[in-house]
């Protein structure tokens, strides 16, 4: 089993580069399936879900060539439908990308439900809805979402009941080559949704709102391949400018774009920490006592549900009390026992945590419950007196390219052992 074993103290100094976005390149992956000819998607970060996309797609059928591990080429001209592995696409949240790209591509689809962090419920009625208003009739049935189209989907007007993400995402795949034009009401607007929009309005798609609550699909008969590079990851950019804060040094956090970050950026401020930004970097650095702060995650533009966790870890530091309120998610506070282990001071309801900051944190062993929650045990270990072993650091490699030594080469005592049975066996 392998843990990450942090010595705290040590505060942050130098330059942290952010890779490219996670939640940007699972839908630019899976988008490929409805292009014709090859793409070359760039700037890809070299994490586990990346991983598994392209292993899904190969699976599928898709030619793939890794040309760095940053960058790959794609075609998924012979790519057979409903030939997801399940066992690969049921393990990750993304996967359900792929019904909306068969159903543009195909008018069908079969694909394993998804799977991806627990955070209790994670419908996917909006999804439906967005295929069903298309013209396709969905049956889920033996942990497969089947949908199928009398010919071609037809463009029409969909209102989201719930801002969502992914079932924006969904519906544009699935609208991008049916005909006539799709209007999706109370769209996503997050950064990620816009990426995705930027890369197939490049393969010839006519996508016109993404980034507001109106998006408008207007069918195209047929996209064709591009060299496109994906935007990059401010849920990794925003965790990296809390370890700078938490840790008392003073960080460049680089290949960023501020304007992702300005909520973020802004509950630092409140809090009194330093947040400097450039063209494509912020620094980051906190010279005083931190002040208190209250939160309330909501979808962009406001402060993002994935920084949750680590926000809690910086609001323990704050000498007072913080409201943490969880605006997306039904239960986002599994983390808050683990933290608790370690001396933080943290009362909990269902969507809100009260932060009674200024309680020294002490190393021990914790888990990482889920991705954001693993990278928030991070944070803790940096400010922690003594030594944190976290273990499984599988939900932290889903999301995070090179932890370990991003954090080394800016002053962290931090290594990643392999354990088996019961001895250390080796840092890496
Ligand atoms: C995406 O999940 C992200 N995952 C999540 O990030 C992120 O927390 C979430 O968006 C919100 O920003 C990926 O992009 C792979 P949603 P998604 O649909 O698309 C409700 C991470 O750490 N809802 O925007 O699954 C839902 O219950 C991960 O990188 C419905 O009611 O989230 C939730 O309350 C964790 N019906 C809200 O919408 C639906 O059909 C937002 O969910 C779909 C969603």
């Keep these: 089993m392998e843990k990450i074993i942090i010595k705290g103290g040590n505060p942050l100094y130098g330059t942290i580069e952010v890779s490219g976005m996670k939640n940007s390149s699972l839908p630019i992956l899976f988008a490929t399936i409805l292009v014709k000819g090859t ?20 699976g599928m059928g898709a030619e793939v060539r890794n040309i760095d591990d940053t960058t790959v080429e794609i075609c998924t001209d012979n790519v057979g439908c409903g030939t997801a592995p399940y ?14 790209a068969e159903l543009g591509r195909f008018g069908r689809t079969s694909v394993p439900l998804p799977g991806g962090c627990d955070f209790g419920q994670r419908p996917i009625d909006l ?36 801002v969502s993400v992914g079932a924006t995402i969904n519906v544009i795949l699935a609208a991008v080559l049916a005909e006539g034009v799709t209007v999706i009401d109370n769209a996503a607007k997050e950064p990620h949704v816009v990426d995705l929009a930027n890369f197939l309005n490049a393969c010839g798609a006519d996508i016109a709102g993404a980034g507001t609550d109106i998006i408008r699909i207007k069918g195209v ?21 809390i370890a700078a804060a938490a840790t008392g040094g003073r960080l460049t956090v680089s290949n960023v774009i501020p304007k992702h970050l300005e909520s973020v950026t802004a509950k630092l401020c409140e809090m009194g920490v330093h947040v400097e930004e450039n063209d ?14 209250n939160v309330k995650t909501q979808p962009y533009p406001g402060f993002p549900t994935d920084m949750n966790p680590q926000m809690c870890v910086i609001m323990c530091l ?23 282990r370690m001396g933080a001071d943290i009362t909990v309801e269902p969507k809100v945590a009260y932060v009674h900051g200024g309680k020294p944190l002490k190393g021990t062993s914790v888990r990482a419950v889920d991705l954001r929650a693993g990278a928030a045990m991070v944070i803790a270990g940096l400010v922690a007196e003594g030594v944190t072993e976290i273990s499984d650091i599988y939900h932290i490699e889903r999301g995070y390219a090179n932890l370990v030594e991003k954090l080394c080469a800016v002053g962290a005592d931090i290594k990643k052992t392999v354990v088996s049975d019961g001895a250390c066996v080796t840092a890496v």
């Design 39 to 58: 793409c070359v998607i760039e700037n890809l970060p070299p994490i586990d879900d990346v991983t598994a996309a392209i292993a899904i797609l190969k």
């Design 87 to 100: 066992d690969m696409a049921r393990h990750m949240r993304g996967s359900y990308y792929i019904a909306g």
């Design 127 to 162: 999804h439906i809805k967005g295929f069903e208003a298309l013209g396709a009739r969905v049956d889920l049935d033996s942990g497969y979402i089947r949908a199928e189209a009398d010919g071609t989907l037809k463009g029409t007007s969909i209102y989201m009941d719930v």
């Design 221 to 241: 008969s047929s996209l064709n391949g591009v060299t496109y590079a994906v935007l990059p990851d401010m849920i990794e950019a925003g965790t990296y400018m």
């Design 280 to 293: 494509s970097s912020v620094e980051v650095w906190a010279d005083a006592p931190l002040r208190p702060v």
């Design 318 to 340: 704050a000498e007072g009390n913080g409201q943490l309120r969880e605006g997306v998610w039904d239960n986002r506070f599994r983390y808050i026992k683990e933290l608790i």
